[in-house]
């Protein structure tokens, strides 16, 4: 069985060459909880916690790291420039339910169809209502993948590793030890989907839509 991906959106990826990295630790620090749990220690200045939820800075710079590389850096509110405006920009909420699907694309030549799933389509209904559409894809097909810029030879490395990993990775074998601390976070079941007879190893459920249920 897998655990399928709701999609948030059908865009295309920015261009590598285009992206910017966010300076991450200027915010947020790495720390070791203890011997098996990795988490992040928040910023007291530029972090807001309010019962326990963590709001995220607002505000961002685009400068320079010590090697001259572009890169956006945490502003706080307070310091924003005031001829910017940005202090006083406000995005209210959506008014009413957005009932618009999230949808990938159509067309024939994109990695959605070409080389496209192997079975499918098949529906599952979510906890809250959504129904979202899927396909069984060859692991190396699936659309992520055709994005990665990888050559014939690793992608097929790749799905012989994959297909490896599905036949002797069993759900009923142990591979992390169990949390010391906190609960483990709990699965919608209806994400949980058994692949068609002769797709258990090597294929994964890609979520190429999702609707309001009816």
Same mark, same amino acid.
């Given at each position: 069985?897998?655990?399928?991906?709701?999609?948030?959106?059908?865009?295309?990826?920015?261009?590598?060459?285009?992206?910017?990295?966010?300076?991450?630790?200027?915010?947020?620090?790495?720390?070791?909880?203890?011997?098996?749990?990795?988490?992040?220690?928040?910023?007291?200045?530029?972090?807001?916690?309010?019962?326990?939820?963590?709001?995220?800075?607002?505000?961002?710079?685009?400068?320079?790291?010590?090697?001259?590389?572009?890169?956006?850096?945490?502003?706080?509110?307070?310091?924003?420039?005031?001829?910017?405006?940005?202090?006083?920009?406000?995005?209210? +909420?959506?008014?009413?339910?957005?009932?618009?699907?999230?949808?990938?694309?159509?067309?024939?030549?994109?990695?959605?169809?070409?080389?496209?799933?192997?079975?499918?389509?098949?529906?599952?209904?979510?906890?809250?209502?959504?129904?979202?559409?899927?396909?069984?894809?060859?692991?190396?097909?699936?659309?992520?993948?055709?994005?990665?810029?990888?050559?014939?030879?690793?992608?097929?490395?790749?799905?012989?590793?994959?297909?490896?990993?599905?036949?002797?990775?069993?759900?009923?074998?142990?591979?992390?030890?169990?949390?010391?601390?906190?609960?483990?976070?709990?699965?919608?079941?209806?994400?949980?989907?058994?692949?068609?007879?002769?797709?258990?190893?090597?294929?994964?459920?890609?979520?190429?839509? +999702?609707?309001?249920?009816?």
């Amino acid at each position: 069985m897998v655990s399928l991906r709701p999609i948030r959106n059908g865009t295309a990826a920015t261009a590598r060459e285009q992206r910017v990295p966010l300076a991450w630790n200027t915010f947020a620090t790495p720390i070791a909880l203890d011997d098996n749990t990795y988490g992040y220690k928040w910023s007291e200045e530029l972090v807001m916690k309010t019962n326990g939820l963590i709001t995220l800075p607002e505000y961002f710079r685009l400068d320079k790291d010590a090697a001259g590389k572009d890169r956006w850096t945490v502003v706080a509110g307070k310091d924003v420039p005031a001829e910017t405006g940005l202090s006083k920009v406000e995005f209210p +909420q959506r008014r009413g339910l957005d009932r618009r699907p999230y949808e990938t694309p159509e067309e024939a030549a994109s990695v959605w169809k070409t080389p496209g799933p192997a079975a499918g389509p098949f529906a599952a209904k979510l906890g809250d209502g959504s129904v979202v559409t899927f396909y069984w894809y060859r692991f190396v097909d699936q659309p992520a993948l055709r994005h990665a810029d990888l050559t014939s030879d690793e992608r097929e490395a790749l799905q012989k590793r994959v297909e490896m990993l599905h036949r002797h990775w069993t759900k009923d074998r142990e591979y992390l030890p169990p949390p010391t601390v906190g609960t483990l976070a709990e699965l919608d079941p209806a994400v949980i989907v058994t692949p068609p007879k002769g797709l258990e190893f090597g294929y994964v459920p890609i979520v190429t839509r +999702q609707a309001a249920g009816e």
